[in-house]
């Protein structure tokens, strides 16, 4: 089938739009006060938890050990990605449309590249809520800092703070692989 890559580039592209569904990642602390735990989610362009009270429980812990506050509407992220994620959608779309495998190829890299800023950008989010803390918290522990680890678990004094990508993720993850098999059947297609 010769337009087997084509649709398969296009249907990645638009798989991006996933993001918008589903978080795509989370973000849960565990202590022996929250047996539940509790969970904030991320997604491309708000913040939320298992309950409506999520951000305000964690506001609240935060600012006992001088954390600032998480005020989503102050997340610049939160307005700009999802104009990126719907952008790079229609850049596919259009790209698949016009039927160049070096386009999709630059389209796949141009998303890495998106992906590792993104999750560099996350891990600098997380640094500054976790480091820059207030002079005035009612919790001090010289040498302590709140960074929640980027991936997998660490402990903040008696919270496990565990972070991991969440079904959001798998969007963005399966749009990459379909943008590259699509690429390399094109090729395929091309050399015969």
């Known amino acids: 089938m010769r337009s087997l890559p084509k ?6 592209s638009v798989l991006l739009l996933g993001t918008f569904l589903s978080p795509i990642w989370r973000i849960t602390l565990e202590a ?16 939320g938890g298992d309950e409506p009270g999520t951000l305000q429980n964690i506001n609240i812990l935060n600012h006992y050990v001088g954390m600032k506050m998480i005020e ?21 779309v259009i790209f698949g449309l016009i039927n160049n495998k070096k386009l999709w190829i630059t389209w796949g890299i ?4 998106l992906g590792i800023l993104g999750i560099y950008d996350f891990y600098l989010w997380e640094y500054d809520y976790g480091h820059n803390l207030s002079d005035e918290a009612a919790i001090k522990v010289p040498g302590q800092a709140y960074q ?28 990459l692989i379909l943008s590259f098999v699509a690429s390399f059947l094109k090729g395929k ?4």
Not at 32 to 47: D, E, F, S, V
């Open 32 to 47: 022996p006060q929250y047996p539940k735990g509790i969970t904030m989610y991320i997604w491309i362009n708000k913040l």
């Open 110 to 113: 141009i998303m890495i590249i």
């Open 7 to 12: 649709i398969l580039f296009i249907l990645g």
């Open 148 to 175: 929640p680890p980027l991936f997998g678990s660490k402990m903040l004094l008696n919270f496990n703070a565990i972070s991991y990508p969440y079904y959001g993720s798998i969007f963005i993850g399966l749009s």
């Open 72 to 92: 989503p509407e102050s997340i610049p992220e939160l307005k700009y990605f999802p104009k990126v994620i719907i952008g790079m959608a229609l850049l596919g």
């Open 189 to 192: 297609q091309d050399i015969n």
